[in-house]
């Protein structure tokens, strides 16, 4: 069996006249195209209809078409061809008579003719070798324009003038103009004014240097507007410099960087502006406030206490609250006000033209609406502000002074007791940075064992006799010294530092006491306390008892060893709810008493209802005993008062001993004070224990 040539092609003759079929055949076999007896590869129809079926069949490299077949005639048949195989290459057969008509089919898309009668096997052979090659070089076109039609973005080939000269389909449907209207239409055409600037640089550069970028929003026939990057690259066609380019379209890394620009100005929490976005806020306002001579406002604002709320309820409750802190904030001040969050629980608020009366009035408004109860989750939460108010140009000129001066404001409202606003005053600073100096030491000192526990102790009036011990917190820093606790436990106390230090003092405390019992320093028969006190902020928190047990528990002490020392400050704002803590302290055996005594306000009727044992005489009364009529009278009714109570007394700061005369006469059980013994390290302590032993 013979092999036919790889290039032999195959090829559809649809011709009805069997004679002029044979001659092709003939002919084919003369130019070397079908080899002898081979009739693969060639197929022969009679009637249109069966040569469209069988060229779907076959895929033909060639169609010989006889125009005047039974079932069609003329152009017709060329057409409806090449509407069914638009790529197959077609050399028309047509008789002498038809040779406009072959004309016209070359114009239809036929490859090229043959009149019937005037070719031979030669003219055969060319016509059809041609027709292979034109056809390849249209599949090659076609190639190329259906791979510039996938590509996902814009396609466009332009010359010097601005004409589009070619154009992939995406073109057509993103630009919503149909194929003539981009005809006859120029690039600037597809955007706004504000691009055409760059896009006829980007157009110039391309043609100038070779190639150019430019992003420009490419606007459709529907005046919709997308963010595309353009390319131009230089490209010759026909000797005639030309830019060709593809558009692709940047939506998505343009909202992709608008999130980041915004992640880089914005509070994710919140959606208020971030420190830097407050920084450029302020940059623009000061320079309007510099020209116009008009003032501006910086205020802090701080939650109290919302650490407990973040530490008892979790951070998803702290974090709604931050939320709709941050929501009611918006809605009180103005709009060209910028609210920040600087982080936390603090907020930063930046007010340009308000002045100080403005500032105040804002301030009153923030403080009512923050302090509204909060429904979140099942909880009804309620919080309150501290507020510090800078000014410019009073307290400084610069975001950095008036920052930290809005700062210093909000620590003095904090101290002076919270919920409040406070404008800054030059005096306000020295004081607030040494406080801030100091709530940042403070922060180390537990760790860097700067704590230590000094014990003074308390005597029993009627024998001298040593029963108790009050654990005095001394803080000692290699640059500032001996910190006294009046100075730093309230700092503690207002940044929430307390909770900690005071969990070291307690356990500190009891392994002293359980020590001291295990050493038989002080026995188990003669009654003796360890007191420690206890600050407002801690008998609140929500963990007290637990911890308190957990203490004992772990340092294996008996309850009955430890007193609490409260404040009358513990009681304020929530009576009811300081005596239930109260009972359940008592219930587990930990003894009470109350601090201060006589400085607060208890009212009468709820030191009843306080499970303390015994009331701590302040040493202000003490100290003028001797002399002062008033304080005589004060502190012999506190002990007649306590005695009718049932209560314990305890006097303070005795240091002659004139005033523990007066006190023994009064009927005070106890005394604590320089008489005896200032506050002792422990083993100082422990001396003085074993001397008033060996004594009485
Ligand atoms: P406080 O609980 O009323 O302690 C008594 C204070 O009076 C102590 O001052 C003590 O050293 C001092 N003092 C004792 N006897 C005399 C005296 O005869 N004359 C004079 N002038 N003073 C005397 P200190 O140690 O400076 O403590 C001051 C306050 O700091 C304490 O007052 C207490 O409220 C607080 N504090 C001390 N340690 C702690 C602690 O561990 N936790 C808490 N929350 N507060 C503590
Ligand atoms: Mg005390
Ligand atoms: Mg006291």
Known sequence: MTQRPATAPSILVIEDDAGDFGLVKAYLREAGLRPVGDTSGLHWAQTLAEGLALSQQTASDIVLL???????????????????SPHAPIVVLTGNDEKSLALAAL?????????????????????????????????ERYFTQAALDSLPGLFYLIDQDGRFLRWNQNFERISGYSATEIAT?????????????????????????????????????????????????????????????VGVDITQRKVANARI??????????????????RDRFQHAISMAQRSGRTLTLMTLDLDHFKNINDTLGHHIGDAMLVEVARRIQSVVRDEDTVSR????????????????GAGHLATRLLA??????QLDTHELLTTPSIGIAMYPTDGADFETLAKNADIAMYRAKQDGRNCYRFFAAEMQTHSTHTLHMESALRRALERGQLTLHYQPQMALANASVIGAEALLRWHHPEFGAVSPSEFIPIAEASGQIVQIGEWVLRAAVRQMKAWLDSGLVGKASPFVMAVNLSVVQFRHPHLIEQVMQ???????????LELELTEGVAIDDPLGAIAVMDALHARGIRMSIDDFGTGFSSLSYLKRFKAYKLKIDQSFVHDITDDPDDKAIVSAIISMARSLGLQTIAE??????????LRDSGCDEVQGYYYSKPLPVDTFEAFVRQARSAG
Request: glycine letters at 10%; one cysteine or more.
């Open 66 to 84: 006889d125009l005047s077949l039974p079932d069609s005639s003329g152009l017709a048949t060329l057409q409806t061809l090449r509407a069914a």
């Open 107 to 139: 114009e239809s898309g036929a490859q090229d003719y043959l009149v019937k009668g005037q070719f031979d096997a030669d003219g055969l052979g060319r016509a059809i070798r041609h027709a292979q090659v034109r056809s390849r070089i249209v599949q």
């Open 185 to 245: 239409m120029h690039p600037l055409d597809f955007f706004g004014e504000g691009d055409h600037g760059p896009v006829t640089a980007a157009i110039a550069q391309s043609f100038a240097t070779g190639e150019a970028l430019v992003e420009a929003d490419f606007i459709a026939k529907n005046r919709t507007a997308t963010p595309f990057l353009f390319s131009g690259k230089r490209f010759v066609l026909d000797q005639k410099p030309c830019l060709m380019g």
């Open 261 to 278: 620009e915004w992640l880089s100005h914005f509070d994710v929490l919140t959606g208020l502006a971030n420190q830097s976005l407050l």
């Open 342 to 357: 600087q982080g936390g629980d603090e907020f930063v608020m930046l007010m340009p033209t308000t002045d100080a009366a």
């Open 369 to 374: 609406t923050i302090a509204t109860a909060y």
């Open 551 to 561: 203490i004992l528990q772990e340092e294996r002490l008996a309850p009955e060893y």
């Open 653 to 662: 700061g005795v240091e002659t001993a004139g005033q523990l005369a007066f």
